[in-house]
């Protein structure tokens, strides 16, 4: 049990730091100062991977971190929020469908329109941009939607090559 528990901590370190990676290695720029990025791919993998709990705080550490190192601080604590809701949704959604493929589907969209609603209620309520935080509604909806197939498709190949099984880490 104990093996366990240090293993899925390792995991989740690897997939916060892989999270932090995959939102850094690819950024294009929005007209919002902001930009989309890989890292919704391993925010809902780490969901799917790890659980709510573990996979929660591997997406929200991963993905604050990127606000914290690359000048967006101020969206560092929604940011946070934002992707660990994500990540939890993600998982609890999966296994409330049983696993099955279109459970998987059907999370990540749930947990993309966490994204996006999460962000324009943060922009909007606390820092204070009203309804221009609409502004970045597409941005974050070409983000959600390249989040979720690129995820869909990893989550898929690891799968298949049964390294999950493996390792006895999926929830």
């Known amino acids: ?25 690819i950024q294009i720029p929005s007209p919002m100062q902001g930009y989309v990025n890989l890292g919704d ?26 606000d914290l190192l690359n000048g967006y601080a101020h969206y560092a604590p929604g940011t946070f929020v934002i992707k660990g809701c994500m990540a939890i949704a993600a998982a609890l959604l999966a296994k409330a469908m049983a696993h099955k493929p279109v459970g998987y589907v059907v999370s990540g969209v749930v947990a993309e329109l966490i994204m996006v609603a999460g962000y324009f209620g943060y922009a909007a309520l606390l820092l204070g941009k009203g309804i221009g935080a ?26 298949r090559s049964k390294a999950l099984d493996k390792l006895a880490l999926q929830c």
Do not use: D, E
């Not at 969901?47 to 997406?59: C, F, Q, S, T, Y």
């Not at 989040?147 to 898929?156: D, M, N």
């Open 134 to 159: 609409a502004a970045s509604i597409p941005g974050n909806l070409v983000q959600a939607v390249m989040g979720l197939a690129i995820g869909l498709i990893l989550f898929t190949l690891l799968k």
């Open 1 to 25: 049990m104990k093996n366990h528990r240090v293993r899925k901590l390792v995991f989740a370190a690897l997939m916060a730091a892989l999270t932090y990676v995959a939102t850094m290695v």
């Open 41 to 66: 791919c391993c925010v809902l993998l780490s969901g799917w991977i790890l659980g709510p709990w573990w996979g929660g705080a591997a997406a929200g550490v991963g993905s604050m971190l990127t």
